[in-house]
């Protein structure tokens, strides 16, 4: 004969109730309908449905648009100039390569004012460079381009423009000095247009015996220019 304390006996007698012993609740939720348990399930699984949405959604709100969408691409990765790249300009005297053609009608001649950006390239390491920030007095910098007169020797007009501008407070060492070649580096070139040129005449195109900076002397080099404005002479 069954104790009436047993999870069967209380549950046949209706005195199954919370102060019904362990067993019996243990038996209880064991033997809880499918349906209830399928219901716990299903209403689990639309809530975790719920929070796969809304991080989905917020993952496509923050998650920033590509470049592509705005108009421009972004250049990953930069191809090294070889001799192929470079063509030889008799009138020049140099081997040069667009690297951007630039735009509109206007094109470099002798006797042009020009306002431009150059850097002196040497093994890959920026030697001399316009955008190399100049010394001023009063210990203030300043990086400006450089401005000349096409087919000038342009070291004498650096030297001029160090006395002539800002009132003169510009250190007359601390601006970049140009190469003689840059004086018709930029011939037939256009507004925005960018050139890459072979500097192998070190001694009259380049810095001579001397060399500068980390770059020895009567040593080829690569001039790079960009041109910023023109104004015809």
């Known amino acids: 004969m069954q104790s009436l304390s047993s999870p069967s006996v209380a549950r046949a007698s209706g005195m199954c109730s919370k102060r019904a012993c362990k067993p019996c609740v243990v038996?209880?939720?064991?033997?809880?309908?499918?349906?209830?348990?399928?219901?716990?399930?299903?209403q689990i699984?639309?809530?975790q449905a719920a929070a796969i949405l809304v991080g989905g959604t917020a993952t496509l709100f923050m998650s920033p648009p590509k470049a592509d969408a705005f108009g421009f691409q972004k250049e990953l990765t930069k191809r090294k100039l070889t001799d192929a790249d470079y063509s030889m300009s008799d009138e020049l005297g140099f081997l040069f390569a667009e690297l951007a053609p630039g735009k509109g009608g206007q094109v470099v001649k002798k006797g042009d004012r020009v306002i431009c950006h150059f850097d002196v390239m040497y093994r890959s390491i920026d030697i001399v460079s316009s955008r190399q920030a100049r010394l001023?007095?009063?210990?203030r910098t300043?990086?400006?381009?450089f401005e000349f007169i096409v087919g000038e020797a342009v070291q004498e007009q650096a030297a001029k423009s160090m006395t002539d501008?800002?009132?003169?407070?510009?250190?007359?060492q601390g601006g970049p000095k140009p190469p003689p070649v840059l004086s018709r580096a930029v011939?037939?070139?256009?507004k925005g247009g960018k050139r890459s040129i072979k500097v192998t005449d070190a001694a009259a195109d380049g810095y001579?015996?001397?060399?500068?900076?980390?770059?020895?002397?009567?040593?080829?080099f690569e001039l790079r220019v960009e041109v910023l404005s023109i104004f015809s002479s």
């Open 165 to 172: 501008s800002a009132g003169g407070l510009f250190s007359g």
């Open 142 to 145: 300043i990086s400006e381009p």
């Open 45 to 47: 699984g639309r809530r």
């Open 27 to 42: 038996s209880c939720a064991a033997e809880r309908p499918i349906s209830t348990a399928s219901a716990d399930a299903s």
């Open 187 to 190: 011939i037939g070139m256009k």
């Open 208 to 220: 001579g015996s001397k060399g500068i900076g980390e770059m020895p002397g009567n040593t080829p």
């Open 136 to 139: 001023l007095g009063g210990n």
